[in-house]
């Protein structure tokens, strides 16, 4: 398989686990159950199912940890971001410490673009600042 075509999977895959982390914020669903609800859209075809399970589960179980990271670099309580934003930062978060195999700046970009689309105004640059001071962190590949 081609690197692009791997890459246009993966997007995809984050694209859907950001929408899975929403659903379980907003729904507090099993995952199981908004696994298959999500994988009943058509373009869920186009997304790499086992990335997108892994990466849902793990954003879920490491939600405490990824707090832990984020909380520190906020000027308000984590409860009161939106949940999109919570959504990116977990699933950004949970890349960046479980995936060093992806550079960290391809993590905060897609993170970036998810934002852009799907979050307020000016989210993409609160998502930005925050995955890149966790990236200098938790990253030895940070440069």
């Known amino acids: 398989m081609s690197n692009k075509r791997e890459f246009e999977r993966m997007m995809w895959a984050r694209r859907f686990t ?4 929403y659903e ?12 298959r609800h999500l994988a ?3 373009d869920f075809v ?3 199912r086992e990335s997108f399970s892994n990466m849902l589960r793990g954003a879920i179980r490491g939600q405490a940890e990824a707090n832990t990271l984020i909380e520190p670099l906020l000027d308000r309580p984590i409860e ?7 959504a990116v930062l977990w699933m950004g978060c949970y890349e960046l410490l479980t995936h060093p195999e992806t550079p960290y700046k391809v993590i905060i970009n897609e993170s970036v673009n998810l934002a852009k689309k799907f979050g ?3 989210s993409y640059k609160f998502i ?8 200098k962190k938790v990253r030895i590949d940070y440069q």
């Open 128 to 135: 930005n600042g925050v995955l890149d001071k966790v990236a």
């Open 18 to 21: 950001l929408q899975g982390l």
């Open 80 to 86: 009161q971001l939106d949940l999109v934003e919570k």
């Open 120 to 122: 307020g105004d000016q």
């Open 46 to 48: 186009k997304a790499n």
């Open 24 to 35: 379980w914020q907003v729904s507090q669903s099993q995952v199981e159950e908004i696994e």
């Open 40 to 42: 009943e859209n058509p």
